[in-house]
């Protein structure tokens, strides 16, 4: 637990050990000096887990708010993600470096492989370099992002090391049962990206759940991914959204909310097939 800004925020242990908040902040598409002060204002609010990635081209705003927030850096979980175009032993390290500078961090918290890429066919190399990282004490945790059970079933048969993490696409209208199943099962963390899915009418949806509780939609269906026991990383650059956002551990949900708003499944909205989706 970590009591911040008057609120208790639960944590969740990973598979190695080390623990991280039970919700984050998504940092995608916040850059420039915007994108520093809502990462500023984050922090403020009481968020611990800071979610970027080096395709977010954002590294280094994120890295800015940190020091700029004066919260000491050990009670801040700092994640990022190793994009395509690193895909491969030696270029894993590369990366890493890279992003290591843009945040201007000594080390990582948890650091994934952002795409499976399987075409690509070197995320096993990857894995296998943050491994070695690990090992030297520049990242605490190692995990994955967009990867399917056949791709876990893979990477863990042939390294013999469980990913911490694994963040996927997960909202009401794609719930991801299997996948979560599989998880608990491995002892994998799962992450949810996109928890609001804004483009559908998910805030709209369990509008009489908000009601029944007091709080609002978006509270709503972060509570539901809480109850799911995933960890959302919702984004705003608004104080009064970040301070709602984050505010979803005074309040529970019924069994049978929690099947109501699950029964909102319609798939994915992205696109973003981890078998052939493409990000280098």
Not at 21 to 30: D, S
Not at 100 to 111: M, S
Not at 220 to 232: D, G, M, N, T
Not at 242 to 267: H, K, M, P, W, Y
Request: with cysteine; proline share 6%; aromatic share 8%.
């Amino acid at each position: 637990m970590r009591e911040t800004e008057g609120m208790t925020i639960p944590s969740r242990t990973l598979g190695d050990g080390n623990e991280i908040p039970a919700i984050g902040f998504g940092t995608y598409l916040l850059s420039g000096d915007d994108g520093r002060d809502a990462v500023v204002s984050a922090l403020g609010c009481g968020y611990r887990l800071l979610d970027t990635a080096l395709n977010y081209e954002n590294e280094a705003e994120v890295g800015e708010a940190i020091r700029r927030s004066g919260i000491p850096r050990e009670d801040i979980v700092v994640a990022t993600k190793l994009p395509g175009r690193f895909h491969g032993f030696a270029e894993t390290r590369a990366g890493f470096e890279e992003s290591l500078t843009n945040l201007g961090v000594d080390y990582i918290d948890l650091f994934l492989i952002h795409w499976p890429l399987p075409r690509v066919g070197k995320f096993l190399d990857s894995w296998r370099a943050m491994i070695a990282l690990r090992e030297e004490g520049l990242i605490r945790s190692i995990g994955v992002s967009n990867f399917t059970r056949e791709h876990l079933e893979f990477l863990i048969q042939e390294s013999g090391v469980v990913p911490a993490v694994n963040q996927i696409e997960l909202h009401p209208h794609f719930p991801q049962a299997e996948m979560r199943a599989f998880h608990a099962e491995y002892g994998i963390q799962t992450q949810s990206w996109s928890p609001l899915a804004h483009q559908r009418s998910v805030l709209a949806d369990p509008a009489a759940v908000a009601d029944a509780h007091g709080v609002t939609p978006a509270q709503v269906v972060l509570r539901w991914h809480v109850e799911l026991r995933s960890i959302p990383i919702p984004k705003s650059s608004s104080p009064k959204r970040q301070r709602e956002n984050l505010d979803v551990f005074g309040f529970e949900l019924t069994d049978a909310e929690v099947a109501s708003i699950s029964s909102l499944e319609s798939g994915r909205l992205w696109g973003g097939d981890p078998d052939t989706n493409e990000e280098f």
